[in-house]
């Protein structure tokens, strides 16, 4: 006495009526099953910037006005805050390569020449070392406190970023870049404060933190109309 899974005195006509109308033309199934439907959506969900998570931890239910307005994934706000935290970084990486590549020249086309010693830029800091991890050159605003690099140069052949703690000019974001003048190797070192890339990521948080609680409040307000 039960159509679609309920008694068919509480089935409304019109409920029945599809059904039955389903059945009468072949009750027809997805190819596939049902999880075609599924299948179908990804494309339009990542088409608009959207991501599929798949057997995410589910840390808690959003409850507004006796609505539920959203799921909190365990892992949602970190990684929101991860992506953005990585490309603000890269953006800054790309900055000292592209302030490095013209010294790199110079210092190539013309190897007796002074470049680095004759450096007084603002806010960037240059060193030339050999593979022995000697410094060469260093920028006049070096003269009184150089870098602080750490332990000695690994052997690569690809640019490497660290991040430095620097007592007077503060958190610094450095650039090793390897190159060969002739047959010997050198590195030179670039350093730039991360005030802005910090400033950016304050910025991306508070406003976190404020829209996200207005947007539930919002959401819950909506739901309860509804």
């Not at 389903?22 to 049902?34: K, T």
Request: hydrophobic share 45%; with cysteine.
């Amino acid at each position: 006495d039960k159509y679609g899974g309920m008694p068919a005195r509480y089935m409304s006509f019109g409920l029945q009526a599809m059904v039955m109308r389903h059945y009468c033309n072949g009750a027809y199934y997805p190819v596939g099953g049902a999880k075609a439907f599924a299948d179908a959506l990804v494309p339009v969900i990542e088409g608009a910037g959207g991501k599929i998570r798949l057997k995410a931890k589910v840390k808690e239910f959003l409850v507004e006005n006796g609505a539920v307005v959203g799921v909190l994934l365990a892992a949602s706000y970190l990684g929101f805050y991860a992506i953005y935290s990585g490309e603000v970084r890269a953006q800054l990486d790309r900055q000292i390569l592209n302030a490095a590549r013209p010294v790199v020249a110079d210092l190539i086309t013309d190897p007796n020449e002074q470049d680095v010693n004759q450096l007084n830029v603002p806010e960037e800091y240059f060193e030339l070392l050999d593979a022995s991890s000697r410094v060469l050159q260093r920028s006049k605003n070096l003269r009184e406190r150089p870098l602080d690099l750490g332990p000695s140069r690994p052997e690569i052949s690809q640019p490497v970023f660290r991040t430095l703690e620097d007592a007077e000019r503060g958190r610094l974001r450095l650039a090793l870049v390897p190159f060969r003048r002739g047959s010997e190797l050198l590195w030179l070192a670039l350093a730039m404060p991360t005030r802005e890339a910090d400033r950016a990521l304050a910025d991306i948080r508070g406003m976190i933190l404020v829209l996200l609680p207005l947007s539930l409040l919002l959401t819950a307000a909506v739901s309860a109309w509804y």
